[in-house]
């Protein structure tokens, strides 16, 4: 079965920093692209980050560039998204998805995902 | 950037019914749109992909169309367990946008 399972949330103050860990099974995590999605309270869903198969390139949306980074270890399976410079508004249920490796793929499976909580 | 728009933002329907729902792009997206089911405490769900690919194992009773810049997702025969928020998002921009969903609530 395939499973995404994210790690790393919780409770941090504005201005903190904050790593989240998405760990993957079932399925070839050397051939997929990662995303992380997240979705504010009472919002919809927003893409914020991909990562391609082999880690050599990244994107980001605009509210998050050069805060967030992701980045990914292919032998663990896994996938990050370091969180700095953490604002309010980052509240968010956070998602991690997987893609086929591709331009124009979409997310075909999803973790559970993880709330973060940005508040003093 | 790409804007992507969902209408309606909410719908009421009852079992059986047939619904469908709207996408449009701010350009043209080719056929890169995608559909995508959300239950509250829930993983997303992938149901459409290239606008009009049924995800495996997703119901017959779902299917999509379009290309360019409108979209639709329609739903016949509407389940119980199809009560939930409906989203497009287009994967031609590296800016990978979603639409701002659509409630599908029971009448």
């Known amino acids: 079965d395939v499973q995404l399972v994210e790690f790393g949330g919780g409770l941090v103050q504005p201005g903190g920093s904050l790593r989240l860990s998405c760990a993957t099974s079932g399925f070839d995590f050397n051939d997929s692209w990662m995303h992380w999605v997240r979705q504010a309270p009472g919002m919809g869903l927003v893409w914020i980050s991909r990562?391609?198969?082999?880690?050599?390139?990244?994107n980001y949306a605009d509210a998050v560039k050069g805060r967030f980074t992701i980045s990914r270890d292919n032998v663990k399976k896994t996938v990050y998204l370091q969180m700095t410079s953490l604002r309010v508004e980052d509240t968010a249920v956070y998602y991690c998805?997987?893609?086929?490796?591709?331009?124009?793929?979409?997310?075909?499976?999803w973790g559970q995902g993880i709330l973060v909580t940005v508040s003093s | 950037d790409i804007q992507m728009t969902q209408s309606p933002s909410s719908l009421s329907a009852s079992v059986g019914d047939r619904v469908t729902i709207t996408c449009r792009a701010s350009r043209s997206i080719l056929s890169h749109l995608n559909w995508y089911q959300h239950k509250v405490g829930r993983a997303p769900k992938l149901l459409m992909f290239?606008?009009?690919s049924l995800q495996d194992g997703v119901p017959s009773r779902f299917s999509g169309s379009g290309s360019g810049t409108d979209f639709t997702l329609t739903i016949t025969g509407l389940q119980p367990e199809d009560f939930a928020t409906y989203y497009c998002?287009?994967?031609?921009?590296?800016?990978?946008?979603f639409g701002p969903g659509t409630k599908l609530e029971i009448k």
């Open positions: 998805a997987r893609g086929p490796s591709y331009h124009g793929s979409w997310m075909d499976h």
């Open positions: 990562i391609i198969s082999d880690g050599s390139s990244s």
């Open positions: 290239a606008a009009s």
């Open positions: 998002q287009e994967s031609y921009t590296t800016s990978q946008t």
